[in-house]
């Protein structure tokens, strides 16, 4: 169903015009739609679950602040038809007020923030569409309108963003530069009205298509960042006394197990020289105990893990564990690193699987020329394996090279075929390299957190989102959790995210680097923003 609205003092004279003060799209109007919405979800045939909003051109600045104000409201998404993103581009004088570049008053700008979506599109949590071609049909061959909220909605949180429909072809949470046509996206071609359908038909053939993508995947919630606080300011494993951990922590793959009611822990030790990979278990995530025979892999002074072991990721099939882990031959260097594969019955006693890597680096020139590191490992529903894991290939002038994330797919866990090409880059985010993958299961999906880094040890984390497992999307530009105060463990940057569902809570685990670069692992929960 379809249903249409005057606003407070609009509508013709003696017919259908409503009672109350026109105020061009103030709070009084945006309270309306408010209210029509609200009444429109207690109505017996219709889906609460699917319920949207489309305004056209002055729409937005009605339609927009009250998603904002209200996101409560059982909207799931909304289609923005070429509409203005706040008071700077108005045409003529709506209710006596001019653009603000013609009247920079306080007393205009304040009634145009009012009325200004941008101000407000960070709080929508629906899908959110922007319609816009080529020709706006009131501002001609302006665009900083559209990508003025394209990136606001994308940096501001809202779970799901694109510019123009899917058969345009722009990807989701894409943030695009002002400066640079060259890199924006793709608009409709001419304008709207020359459109099959005029306008008219553009934005009711997208909310149809934007109505089957909640039909079929749900609302927008369903992917929406979950927003982690930390338990603690202070390390929740840090450096032992035991001399192979005795510089830094790091890198915790965490399992949680059900019927022990307890997590399992995997981490990484170093000791200045080399790495290893030691165990702990806790009853609440917070408090840890260690394993008193740790390591439990190490070095076995082969070429290939000359300088250790470690950055683990474990998998428990049919009772017994895999652990898929990096082999460090230059680990200063980033270089010739690979991937092996041990087995256990207990998860501490490990034997692995043949004499040396699993996966090796790949001929020159390609993505994994360099290094393979940080494995992640999860099995579908159809029983496939799937390998995710940072790749690295030289670039001249950068010591440290260029990394990405690879995807292999394996029928049994031994034998793998890798993916021409990475899965994620660095530049989703607009940063240099993306690596250390980690995936967890959802009900009607995967997420994948990862680490993107610009220069050395700079690393930042963030969420992408799957229904298959094998293409991602950013979810938002927001990191999952922010550097530490100063001072603390955590204060220069986060890496390796691990992350475990327990019920209703997540956990999120990751490393922490001081100024010195010393590391330390972290934790941090969050609410479940799906249903588990």
Known sequence: MVASFNAEGRGREGVDRSDGEETCQGPNQQEDLKAVIEYLATLPYVDTGNIGVISFSGGSLLAGPA?????????????????????????????????????PSPENRAFWRERSPIEFIGSFRGYYLRVQAEIDHAQGDYHDHALLMNNTAVEGGVPWVRINGEDVGNPINQVYPLDDPSRWPRWLPGRLRDQPGGWHGVLARYARELADLVASKGTASAIAMPHFERLSEEPILGPGEAEWESVDVLSAEVLYDPDEKVFKMWYTGFDGERYAIGYATSRDGLHWERYPGN?????????????????????????????????????????????????????????????????????????????????????DDDGTWHLLYACGRDLPGDNDGRWAILHATSSDGLHWQVGPSPVLTGEVVGMEDALNPEVLRLPDGYWMAFSARVEHSHFHLFLTYSDDGTDWQLLSREELLRPGKPGRFDEKALNHPALVRVEGKLYLFYTGYNRRNRRAIGLATASLPIAP
């Open 295 to 379: 390591p439990v892999l190490e070095s076995s002074s082969s070429e290939w893990d000359r300088e250790g072991v470690g950055f683990p990721a474990v998998v428990r099939v049919n009772g017994k564990y895999y652990m898929f882990f990096t082999l460090l031959k230059q680990a200063r260097a980033h270089r010739d690193a690979a991937i092996g594969l041990a087995i256990s019955e207990d998860g501490v006693h490990w034997e692995r699987v043949g004499d040396g890597p699993m996966l090796l680096p790949g001929a020159a020139g390609e993505y994994d020329a360099r290094a393979l590191v940080s494995p992640e490992i999860f099995i």
């Open 67 to 103: 998603l904002g104000r209200w996101p409560e409201l059982p909207i799931a998404y909304w289609v923005d038809g070429e509409g203005p993103h706040d008071g700077s581009i108005i045409l003529g004088e709506p209710c006596g007020h001019p653009n603000t570049r013609v009247d």
